[in-house]
C-alpha cells in the first residue's frame, strides 16, 4: 500500500499534550514550533517542495557532509570527531537560516533537506530550524516516509523525534510503502532507543492517533506484533494490549 493518511473521528492529541505530559522540561522549544513558524531570515520559501534539478542544491550537500556520530575508547580521537560533527552541523544551521528556500528542495531520494538531516541523528537546534524553513513537514520521500518515519527508524535523539512530532502530529496517520505508520516504527525500533524514552515515545504515539495501534503493515502486522517480536519494554506491549485487545489474536 503506498503512502497514505488515515482518517478517524478520534480527535488528535495537540501537541501542547504532547509536550507537558513526557517532555515538560523542553515544552518551550516544542510549543515555539507548534504555536508559530517565525519568519526567516534569506530569501523567501518557493513553497512548492518542488524544484528544477538545476537548483542549488548546498544544504543537501552540506548536511550529506556531516560525519557519522563516533564511538570508541581513544578519547582524543573521538573528540576530535565530535569537534568535526559539530562544526559539520553549525555549518548545516547556518546555511538553513540564511538560504531558507534550500530546505525545500529535493535529493535524488525525493527528499527534503529536513528528511535528509533525520537520517543522521541531527541536533535539536538543527531540526528546528529546518523545521521552521520547510514548507511542508510531512511531506514523503520516493518510500514514502515522512521525517518523523526516517527519525524513529534512524534512532534519532528522543527530542528531535517529539519535536517532530509536536509540529505536525498528521504525520502520524501517513505510513509508507509497506504501509508502516510511525507507530509501527517505534515499536520495531524500540530497542535503539533508552527503555524509558522508547516507552514515552509509543505513548505519545497512542495519544495522537490511537487508531495506530489496530493498523497493519504489508506483512499483516500490527504495531503489537512488532513490539513483541523486537524484544520491546513491558509497558508498551501492556500499552499496546490495552489499546486494541483485538490485536492478541489477529
Not at 86 to 114: F, I, M
Not at 162 to 170: E, F, P
Not at 191 to 214: C, H, M, R, Y
Amino acid at each position: 500500500m503506498s503512502h497514505a493518511e488515515i482518517s478517524e473521528g478520534t480527535p488528535a492529541v495537540s501537541p501542547r499534550r504532547i509536550a507537558e505530559a513526557s517532555f515538560a522540561t523542553n515544552a518551550a522549544d516544542l510549543m515555539s514550533i507548534q504555536l508559530k513558524r517565525p519568519t526567516l531570515s534569506g530569501p523567501s520559501s518557493t513553497g512548492s517542495g518542488h524544484v528544477s534539478p538545476t537548483s542549488s542544491q548546498e544544504l543537501h550537500r552540506l548536511i550529506e557532509a556531516v560525519p557519522p556520530y563516533v564511538h570508541g575508547d581513544d578519547v582524543c580521537s573521538v573528540d576530535a570527531a565530535r569537534s568535526k560533527l559539530s562544526r559539520a552541523w553549525r555549518d548545516v544551521k547556518l546555511r538553513a537560516w540564511s538560504n531558507p528556500e534550500e530546505a525545500n528542495r529535493l535529493d535524488r531520494r525525493g527528499r527534503t533537506c529536513l528528511h535528509a538531516a533525520c537520517a543522521r541523528k541531527p541536533p535539536l537546534d538543527v531540526v528546528k530550524v529546518l523545521i521552521q524553513a520547510c514548507d511542508n513537514d510531512d511531506a514523503a520521500d520516493n518510500h514514502g516516509r515522512t521525517p518523523l518515519a526516517i527519525a524513529i527508524a534512524q534512532s534519532a535523539s528522543i527530542w528531535v523525534v517529539m519535536m517532530l512530532l509536536a509540529s505536525n502530529t498528521a504525520a502520524s496517520r501517513l505510513s509508507d510503502r509497506n504501509n508502516k505508520f510511525p507507530l509501527h516504527l517505534a515499536c520495531c525500533y524500540a530497542s535503539n532507543f533508552k527503555p524509558d524514552d522508547s516507552i514515552k515515545l509509543v505513548k505519545a504515539l497512542l495519544e495522537t492517533w490511537p487508531g495506530a495501534s489496530q493498523q497493519e503493515n504489508i506483512g499483516g502486522r500490527t504495531p503489537l506484533h512488532m513490539a513483541i517480536e523486537a524484544g520491546a519494554p513491558v509497558p508498551i506491549i501492556e500499552m499496546l494490549v490495552q489499546e486494541c485487545p483485538a490485536t492478541i489474536v489477529m
